[in-house]
């Protein structure tokens, strides 16, 4: 799928945006791991892993809740180790052709998750009025890369205008120190300015984002977060570096790992780790 200039909004499927020959911000956080790091992710993708499909359904939920009830079923249990038991479970699967299982277990949490955000007053007002699951694709008028992006939520005003963009995260820890962590360790940073670019080339306008974080486990906290002008620079200054990172790799069909003329370095510990002292 090649989709490369700035043509507005777009309804595409995750699979036809994530097939583009566009970059995204996943992909710039991993090449910043290493140009080899991202090679490897677009040559041998990786099937989702449990904990991502799970995200992907708590996003339906709570972003789009007719589509996952027409998605989205409760499978039940069969005891497939007896003749019968196998027979009413290859039944019931082939009469749910299409649609994506879950655990009663899973869609009971999922209901809760999806009442916390609703039940946040925060939260509820970011996602009262808008659009969710649209792509938007330009080019990179520096590197010459096409980029795209696919808000979770689009904030509108009564006159139809886009006014913010809102991300949900899933999250082992929604305080705000637990969430900064996870800002840092995840690209969040990254992600938060680029999306800001992408609005701005979008609208024409620098638009506030938000974070909407949800904790996995019970009893589900939910906290929101607007990017500070800190978050946005040092994102900002990641995927720009990223992008000419990527432009530069690919005119010169070189993929290096983490040591790229092959030196040898010095290592020391962390710094967590070097605290220690043999004195205590």
Same mark, same amino acid.
């Given at each position: 799928?090649?989709?490369?200039?700035?043509?507005?909004?777009?309804?595409?499927?995750?699979?036809?945006?994530?097939?583009?020959?566009?970059?995204?911000?996943?992909?710039?956080?991993?090449?910043?791991?290493?140009?080899?790091?991202?090679?490897?992710?677009?040559?041998?993708?990786?099937?989702?892993?449990? *904990?991502? #499909?799970? +995200?992907?359904?708590?996003?339906? %939920?709570?972003?789009?809740? @007719? !589509?996952?009830?027409?998605? /989205?079923?409760?499978?039940?249990?069969?005891?497939?180790?007896?003749?019968?038991?196998?027979?009413?479970?290859?039944?019931?699967?082939?009469?749910?052709?299409?649609?994506?299982?879950?655990?009663?277990?899973?869609?009971?949490?999922?209901?809760?998750?999806?009442?916390?955000?609703?039940?946040?007053?925060?939260?509820?007002?970011?996602?009262?009025?808008?659009?969710?699951?649209?792509?938007?694709?330009?080019?990179?008028?520096?590197?010459?890369?096409?980029?795209?992006?696919?808000?979770?939520?689009?904030?509108?005003?009564?006159?139809?205008?886009?006014?913010?963009?809102?991300?949900?995260?899933?999250?082992?820890? *929604?305080? #705000?120190? +637990?969430?900064?962590?996870?800002? %840092?360790?995840?690209?969040? @940073? !990254?992600?938060?300015?680029? /999306?800001?670019?992408?609005?701005?080339?979008?609208?024409?306008?620098?638009?506030?984002?938000?974070?909407?974080?949800?904790?996995?486990?019970?009893?589900?906290?939910?906290?929101?977060?607007?990017?500070?002008?800190?978050?946005?620079?040092?994102?900002?200054?990641?995927?720009?570096?990223?992008?000419?990172?990527?432009?530069?790799?690919?005119?010169?069909?070189?993929?290096?790992?983490?040591?790229?003329?092959?030196?040898?370095?010095?290592?020391?510990?962390?710094?967590?780790?070097?605290?220690?002292?043999?004195?205590?």
């Amino acid at each position: 799928m090649k989709i490369e200039k700035n043509i507005g909004l777009v309804d595409v499927t995750n699979e036809e945006y994530h097939s583009s020959d566009s970059v995204g911000h996943s992909g710039l956080v991993r090449i910043m791991r290493s140009p080899a790091h991202y090679k490897e992710a677009l040559d041998a993708p990786r099937e989702p892993t449990p *904990a991502m #499909a799970f +995200g992907t359904a708590v996003h339906a %939920a709570i972003l789009e809740p @007719d !589509l996952f009830v027409k998605s /989205y079923v409760v499978a039940p249990k069969f005891d497939r180790r007896t003749k019968d038991g196998k027979a009413a479970a290859e039944e019931w699967e082939k009469n749910n052709t299409g649609k994506l299982f879950l655990t009663e277990d899973q869609m009971v949490s999922l209901k809760r998750m999806q009442a916390q955000v609703m039940d946040h007053a925060g939260a509820a007002k970011l996602l009262s009025v808008g659009m969710a699951e649209k792509s938007f694709f330009w080019t990179d008028s520096e590197t010459g890369v096409a980029c795209r992006i696919r808000p979770d939520f689009l904030m509108q005003n009564e006159h139809g205008e886009i006014i913010g963009m809102v991300d949900v995260k899933t999250a082992v820890d *929604a305080s #705000a120190e +637990g969430f900064s962590k996870s800002m %840092a360790n995840y690209g969040y @940073d !990254l992600q938060a300015a680029f /999306y800001q670019e992408g609005g701005k080339q979008l609208t024409g306008r620098v638009l506030p984002f938000y974070f909407v974080a949800i904790e996995s486990n019970a009893p589900h906290a939910v906290s929101v977060y607007k990017a500070n002008n800190q978050v946005i620079e040092i994102g900002r200054a990641k995927f720009q570096g990223a992008l000419q990172l990527l432009a530069w790799c690919r005119e010169n069909g070189q993929w290096p790992g983490y040591q790229p003329t092959g030196e040898i370095e010095e290592i020391g510990l962390p710094r967590w780790a070097a605290n220690f002292s043999l004195d205590d």
